[in-house]
């Protein structure tokens, strides 16, 4: 019923863990897929030693192709009506699988379990609302782990990401399957993930952000939404993408080209064109182009959230 995909990468600390967490599961009605991908260390001699003592154990060996190309063969080798993805260096709490394919049924094709803060209250989301919240990156967790996703959603697009995109990967993918069905998302309100961001090997811990980058984040947003849905989720990347540019200012305070990027004139226009409203300190950084004045106002915000807590 249930293929369990779970890319695996310099994972030889955690990745026993991983996959005890899988075998350890109420509801056993599924198949393991580990995709060892090129692996420098011994994270496919541990697999395959799994694999040799369990029937619903498979290993996939390739080269170094990265996560995303790696869920990609995962699921092309899958067997399951539903699939579930697993990071290796995380674990899954043992009613996990049974708590999210208990709330599956034909009228859905998206599941949502709680995982960390992210616990959405809601008991179904139509699914605008859900690619609103992921185009947006809130209010649920945007990430392909801690759901389940019914096989047919997925196809080649899904998983055609450039691999220079590192960070964000798994929101555009979330993204993609998102417009590929038009049932709402059901939530499951239990924990079915357990995420461990103290892996110093983490992508997100290592992560810096950058203009740069972002604006190429921004243009793989725009690709993975159909252009007739644009205008109807522009407001909600205008907010993203002024979060992102607060967050770098917070970080670089006395940066004076950030108002030169490609990233801010773009911003600057779909602000203009789509009337977007923001508040007046970030309307003040945003239109001033004032060391003076991004420095005071960067310093405010930082004191506010200090005072707040």
């Known amino acids: 019923m249930i293929s369990i995909i779970v890319p695996v990468y310099k994972a030889e600390n955690f990745i026993s863990a991983c996959i ?7 509801y056993t009605d599924f198949e393991l897929l ?3 991908d090129g692996s420098p260390d011994k994270s496919g001699l541990i697999c395959d030693k799994y694999a040799a003592n369990s029937d619903n154990i498979l290993v996939i060996h390739q080269e170094n192709q990265g996560a995303s190309m790696a869920r990609k063969v995962g699921v092309q080798k899958s067997q399951g009506e539903w699939i579930a993805f697993v990071d290796s260096d995380d674990t899954i709490p043992s009613d996990a699988l049974e708590n999210l394919i208990g709330s599956a049924d034909d009228s859905i094709d998206i599941v949502l379990g709680w995982i960390g803060e992210s616990k959405p209250m809601e008991n179904i989301l139509s699914i605008e609302e859900y690619r ?4 947006g990156r809130y209010g649920l967790h945007v990430g392909p782990v801690a759901h389940l996703y019914r096989k047919c959603l997925f196809n080649e ?5 450039p691999r220079e995109i590192n960070m964000g990967e798994d929101m555009l993918m979330n993204i993609r399957l998102s417009f590929n069905t038009e049932k709402p998302v ?3 309100h239990k924990e ?4 461990y961001i103290e892996n110093v090997n983490n992508t997100t811990n290592s992560f810096r952000l950058s203009l740069d980058y972002e604006s190429q984040m921004q243009k793989m947003r725009l690709l993975s939404i159909p252009k007739q849905y644009h205008s109807n989720y522009m407001n909600d990347m205008i907010g993203i993408r002024i979060y992102d540019l607060m967050r770098y200012l917070d970080n670089h305070p006395f940066s004076i080209s950030w108002h030169k990027s490609e990233f801010y004139i773009e ?8 009337g977007y409203q923001t508040t007046r300190a ?14 005071l106002m960067v310093s405010y915000k930082k004191l506010r959230k200090i005072f707040q807590k």
Do not use: G, M, P, W
Request: hydrophobic share 50%; net charge negative; with cysteine.
């Open 192 to 195: 079915v993930y357990n995420y």
């Open 186 to 188: 059901r939530i499951v």
């Open 267 to 274: 911003l600057a226009c779909d602000i203009d064109n789509y």
């Open 157 to 161: 697009f899904v998983f055609d990401i």
């Open 132 to 135: 609103r919240r992921n185009i």
């Open 282 to 295: 970030n309307l003040l950084i945003l239109k001033s182009h004032n060391l003076f004045i991004q420095f």
């Open 20 to 26: 005890e967490s899988i075998l350890s599961q109420t």
């Open 34 to 36: 580990l995709v060892e």
